[in-house]
């Protein structure tokens, strides 16, 4: 991370876990942590739709920012079972996780529907947390940078600088996640560091040093320190061990240090 130019974030996925009923205990236990360490490190918890509003009021004048994980790219009209940008906006989301490999593999979302989503979110006023990373197969086959190339310029494409600093980069390759088994600090530096190379040389040097690259895929209390010590990982997009508040609290911690 390097604190001097771009905030670091640590980004909670609880993905289609919890219940509403239970997000209040949640917000109550993340509290301590939010308001020692908030000051030095973005919150955000992104639960499923249904748990938006009740997150939403459980996190009011705390420093956690509630994000939502997915949004249709359409403003308004028939598009049933979707949830539009301004609809997040208007509950008072402030980030959307865009692009997740879930829904790239499960729910057939292409690089053309993530930057629809990203046009559509920014247009709100919401940070997009655009998702990237390559599959097993695909590092197997040495295109990890090919990969993560087309992802992050599709992602961005028509997005104009005068906005790009508001969108946050997750690299999440598909192979760490939910699997235990995170990139090493070395392999997940040398992919943020590429992605930001990408950033400077569509954007400028500028905009490029301003934009939170995240890290994502089975990042815990353990592994945090050794990936946030990379110079190009801004922070983290947690998954399995977010639904702990107290691990959650730890990473928290961990990401309020300094490493540079
Ligand atoms: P994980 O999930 O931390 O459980 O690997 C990360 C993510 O999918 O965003």
Redesign the pocket.
């Known amino acids: 991370m390097n604190r001097k130019y771009r905030n670091t974030i640590i980004a909670a ?1 609880l ?1 289609m876990n919890m219940l509403p009923s239970n997000i209040k205990a949640y917000a109550e236990a993340l509290k301590p942590a939010a308001s020692a360490y908030g000051k030095r490190c973005g919150i955000v918890v992104c639960p499923s739709f249904v748990l938006v509003p009740q997150a939403v009021k459980a996190f009011r004048d705390s420093r956690v920012s509630v994000g939502a994980q997915n949004v249709s790219q359409f403003e308004s009209g028939a598009y049933t079972g979707e949830v539009s940008a301004p609809q997040l906006a208007d509950l008072g989301v402030r980030y959307v ?1 865009i692009g ?3 829904r790239r593999e499960m729910f057939g979302e292409t690089d053309e529907t993530v930057n629809q989503k990203v046009h559509a979110a920014l247009a709100a006023n919401l940070r997009p947390i655009v ?1 990237v990373g390559e599959t097993l197969a695909q590092r197997e086959m040495g295109i990890t940078s090919e990969v993560i190339t087309l992802q992050v310029k599709s992602a961005l494409a028509g997005v104009p600088a005068t906005k790009v600093r508001r969108v946050v980069i ?1 690299y ?1 390759p598909v192979w ?5 088994l ?1 990139a090493t600090d070395t392999e997940a530096a040398a992919v943020c560091r590429e992605i930001r190379t990408l950033v400077r040389g569509l954007y400028g040097a500028r905009i490029a040093r301003a934009v939170s690259i995240l890290y ?5 209390e353990q592994n945090t320190r050794g990936l946030l010590a990379q110079p190009d990982i801004d922070g983290g ?6 639904l702990s508040p107290e691990t959650l609290s730890a990473i928290i911690e961990i990401a309020s240090h300094d490493y540079v």
Do not use: F, Q, R, Y
């Open positions: 996925n993905k996780i997740h490999s879930e998702c997750a999440e760490a996640i939910g699997t235990g995170a994502g895929g089975s990042m815990n997009l947690i998954g399995s061990a977010s």
